[in-house]
């Protein structure tokens, strides 16, 4: 049982590259998450879903986009990349009020 | 707005010892409130949820938490600490009528002694 799974585990990118990272979960969950990780400053929300084809703004949106086309995934894009969005990135899903189950995360490097 | 503050960015405590972690919130509604551990390079791992009902609420691993609404305080505790427990750990605020984000404190980083 894979739980949530995050695609890929490591990168880095140049300033200006565009990329997506994948979130698939396998749980049948209705809802997604997008959290960041910064040294200090705990996790915080990017974008989440509560179902598939609508998306919505979290605390920290700016700079990024996301697509739930299936249920079971969430994909984050970087249009142009900028090294504040150095970070690792979470994913996490859920049933309706209920915990979240968390992804092992995405380190991601922008130089 | 909601937020969720933990005090303590690090703390230290001896293998054996008794250990609590604070976690103040502030939400205008019943808060639901979680506390994950995070060994490093990992995920984040459910240890224990208050939704209602009983203030004292059992996690995994040996561990409780108190939900205290007068103090608006959700502490995680152990009676006795191994060094397995040494990792990270979060408090979070689901908001369940926002889609059920999670609002988290900074975190605290547990360190244990032999």
């Known amino acids: 049982n894979a739980g949530v799974t995050q695609t890929p585990k490591f990168r880095v990118l140049k300033t200006g590259q565009s990329m997506t990272l994948l979130c698939a979960q396998d749980?049948?969950?209705?809802?997604m998450y997008w959290y960041r990780q910064d040294p200090g400053m705990g996790l915080r929300l990017i974008h989440y879903?509560?179902?598939?084809?609508?998306?919505a703004k979290g605390e920290v949106p700016d700079g990024y986009n996301v697509s739930r086309l299936k249920k079971q995934n969430f994909l984050l894009g970087l249009e142009s990349a900028a090294p504040s969005q150095t970070s690792v990135y979470f994913c996490?899903?859920?049933?309706?009020?209920?915990?979240?189950?968390f992804g092992d995360g995405t380190r991601l490097s922008i130089l | 707005a909601q937020s969720v503050t933990q005090p303590d960015i690090h703390i230290t405590v001896s293998e054996g010892a008794s250990l609590e972690l604070r976690c103040n919130y502030s939400?205008?509604?019943?808060?639901?409130l979680f506390w994950y551990v995070q060994s490093p390079g990992q995920g984040l791992q459910l240890l224990l949820k208050?939704?209602?009902?009983?203030?004292l609420v059992q996690g995994i691993k040996g561990f409780e938490a108190e939900f205290k609404r007068s103090q608006s305080s959700f502490n995680l505790r152990k009676p006795s600490v191994h060094w397995s427990d040494a990792a990270e750990y979060f408090c979070?605020?689901?908001?369940?009528?926002?889609?059920?984000?999670?609002?988290f404190g900074q975190g605290t980083e547990l360190s244990v002694k032999p």
């Open positions: 996490a899903s859920s049933h309706p009020n209920q915990p979240q189950h």
């Open positions: 749980m049948n969950h209705e809802y």
């Open positions: 879903s509560v179902g598939e084809g609508t998306t």
């Open positions: 939400y205008g509604a019943t808060p639901y």
């Open positions: 208050y939704f209602s009902g009983d203030t």
């Open positions: 979070a605020v689901g908001l369940y009528n926002q889609g059920g984000k999670l609002i």
